[in-house]
């Protein structure tokens, strides 16, 4: 009776096991689901907004390949050639796309890390978290900039730091991941310079926690990976007077520079907007447990989680109070941080598969992003207060994204118009003075119309088109131009611009409805007859 009992009661607990390991969710096939979901909103993000500033600019990188650029490392222009397929595919979705891909391995690394730090629901929390943050989703997970592959190579160099810092280097499979760990940032710094504040973290991990790397040869393999796979962008350097490092040295360089409390209030409020605010509070309140010690992750790996986002704010952070700078450089430090407040909240006893704090979070980012698609299509909240005709849109930054594609179709009605009646040379190109708007009609209205583009001007104001000039053929006495600004940003051929070209005749004007009301105008002009050759920058 007895063994009967006790065979009942076995059979129940066993039941009851069985039961509560049924109820318990399986945060893997979430977090897969969540990828795929959000693959799918922001591709079609991808392909229905036009690109911005910055990404038509980076579209060059793929067109004129290279070592390295002025503004930033190669990886970001290989990225758009691998799944352009070398710009066989040229429309927005395709020169976006690998950020859809990346964003979606993000999403997955994000995931891997919180589950290495707690348990597969800090995982599912953290994966969630990133999709909420406006960089996550949209900066490095629609657009297409150079934190596209910073993201990924950044993301998964964290993930093999927790399988590898706090662990002794007499392990095979540990050492092997070191080797990993100099092959990944290696490649993170050809995507952008600020990956090596990561390895600035591993050697400052190392030094207070684990000395035992330092007596590894395999700490110094891994930094002789990194230096052979720096190689191109430091050859390229070497060849063009390390001006990428001057360039961006001089836009943090605080000497001479006043206190400048707006600049760094203007950073605080766009960190707090770019990593979604929700994200922002759960962060700062994290780290604050995390330096009480009672997060309950282990110790070491919250340590490499600190130690590799909180540096990166700082040394930006000290920067805006005296210069001016841009939230998504600090913007990878937050997203290092957020599986601690996944920890944080996944410790919470709560059975809800997302906590309401996060269910705000994601509310929050999808009212934004259906606020900003209606502000960019129809211009639902009026931004704009100029007056002047050709100022129309100064004041509306939502017009960044809106009206190129119709100028471009505009401007190439004008160009075969012009090529019939003789009004403008076969080898007419478009000329500009400033990478921007150059770089936007460069894509939208001459590449469509068979025509180069090329710059006139400093190189502080031209960037890559420098080199866009040699690389194709240089300027030639006689040619005719096409000059395009816009009201956002109206800057007529100047003095300078009009004296290499024997005339400069406004030509049209095409104005761009948006919501049945005009947007903004775009203003074309002829120049006639280039009479000498402009000065080539890179010699100066």
């Known amino acids: 009776m007895l063994i009967f009992c006790d065979a009942i009661y076995q059979n129940g607990s066993l039941n009851k096991r069985i039961e509560m390991k049924a109820q318990t969710p399986n945060y893997t096939n979430y977090a897969m689901l969540l990828i795929v979901v959000s693959a799918m909103v922001r591709g079609v993000l991808a392909g229905w907004l036009e690109l911005g500033n910055d990404e038509v600019y980076y579209r060059l990188y793929a067109l004129y390949p290279d070592w390295s650029y002025f503004d930033h490392p190669l990886m970001v222009g290989w990225t758009i050639r691998l799944f352009s397929l070398d710009l066989l595919f040229s429309h927005e979705f395709f020169i976006r796309l690998g950020s859809v891909i990346l964003g979606s391995v993000n999403t997955w690394i994000m995931f891997l890390i919180g589950k290495n730090l707690y348990n597969a629901r800090a995982g599912w929390f953290a994966a969630l978290l990133y999709t909420s943050s406006v960089y996550g989703f949209v900066i490095t997970g629609t657009f297409i900039l150079p934190d596209t592959p910073q993201g990924l190579f950044w993301l998964w160099s964290l993930l093999i730091m927790l399988q590898t810092l706090p662990f002794s280097p007499d392990n095979r499979n540990v050492r092997r991941n070191f080797l990993l760990l100099g092959f990944l940032l290696g490649l993170g710094i050809l995507s952008k310079y600020t990956v090596v504040f990561l390895w600035g973290g591993t050697v400052l991990y190392l030094l207070i926690y684990n000395r035992r790397w330092f007596k590894s040869l395999y700490f110094y393999y891994a930094l002789a990976i990194t230096a052979v796979l720096m190689l191109p962008l430091l050859i390229w350097n070497l060849q063009n007077d390390f001006i990428s490092f001057t360039f961006h040295g001089n836009r ?3 000497a001479g520079f006043v206190f400048r409390p707006d600049y760094f209030l203007t950073e605080i409020m766009g960190e707090f ?7 922002f509070v759960l962060i700062v309140m994290a780290v ?13 790996k919250t340590r490499i989680i600190l130690l590799m986002g909180l540096p990166l704010i700082a040394v930006f952070l000290f ?8 939230p998504h450089w600090t913007a990878p430090g937050y997203t290092t941080l957020i599986p601690l407040a996944a920890v944080w909240l996944a410790a919470k006893p709560s059975m809800k598969t997302i906590p309401g704090i996060i269910q705000s979070a994601l509310a929050l980012l999808i009212f934004t992003l259906i606020l900003g698609m209606l502000q960019i299509r129809t211009g639902l909240i009026p931004l704009d207060s100029t007056t002047t005709y050709e100022n129309l849109g100064e004041d509306d930054p939502s017009l960044d994204m809106f009206g190129y594609r119709e100028a471009g179709k505009a401007f190439g009605q004008i160009v075969s118009r012009d090529m019939q009646t003789g009004e403008m040379l076969p080898s007419s190109f478009l000329v500009g003075n400033n990478w921007f708007p150059l770089a936007n009609y460069d894509y939208y209205a001459a590449t469509p119309a068979n025509l180069k583009s ?3 001007g400093t190189l502080d104001k031209i960037h890559l088109y420098a080199w866009i000039n040699r690389a194709e053929g240089g300027f030639v006495t006689g040619n005719d131009a096409y000059y395009i600004t816009d009201s956002r940003d109206f800057r007529p051929p100047d003095s300078l611009m009009r004296s290499y070209f024997e005339q400069v005749i406004p030509a049209d004007t095409i104005e761009i409805q948006r919501g049945g009301k005009p947007a903004k105008r775009i203003f074309i002009f002829r120049m006639k007859n280039l009479q000498r050759i ?6 100066r």
Request: proline content about 10%.
């Open 252 to 254: 943090v360089n605080t």
């Open 273 to 279: 907007l770019y990593n979604n605010p929700i994200n």
């Open 288 to 300: 604050g447990v995390a330096f009480k010690g009672k997060l309950t992750s282990d110790p070491k």
């Open 319 to 326: 920067f805006s109070l005296f210069r001016s700078t841009l």
């Open 454 to 456: 090329m710059a006139i």
């Open 534 to 539: 402009p000065d080539d920058p890179l010699l």
